[in-house]
């Protein structure tokens, strides 16, 4: 009894663990394929860098 207890536990911790491994993997997955649909699906480069001084300056506040 004892035994088929622990040996149902060990197998219930087993899958969740490789259900929490799994959507670790598919969280970080996510990244480069967030970054290719923009690209390629909806045209924004998101590769453009940190904004410079002259950029940070041309920056206007709107008020309205």
């Known amino acids: 009894m ?3 207890r622990a040996r149902s536990n060990a197998t219930l911790l087993r ?3 490789a259900v929490a491994g ?3 993997l598919f969280a970080f997955a996510l990244v480069p394929l967030y ?3 923009c690209e390629q699906v909806f045209g924004i ?3 453009q860098g940190a904004a ?3 950029q ?3 920056m206007v506040i709107d008020r309205s």
């Open 15 to 17: 899958r969740l663990l």
């Open 45 to 47: 480069k998101l590769a």
């Open 2 to 4: 004892i035994d088929d």
């Open 52 to 54: 410079n001084a002259s």
């Open 22 to 24: 799994g959507a670790f």
């Open 56 to 58: 940070v300056g041309a």
């Open 35 to 37: 970054r290719i649909a």
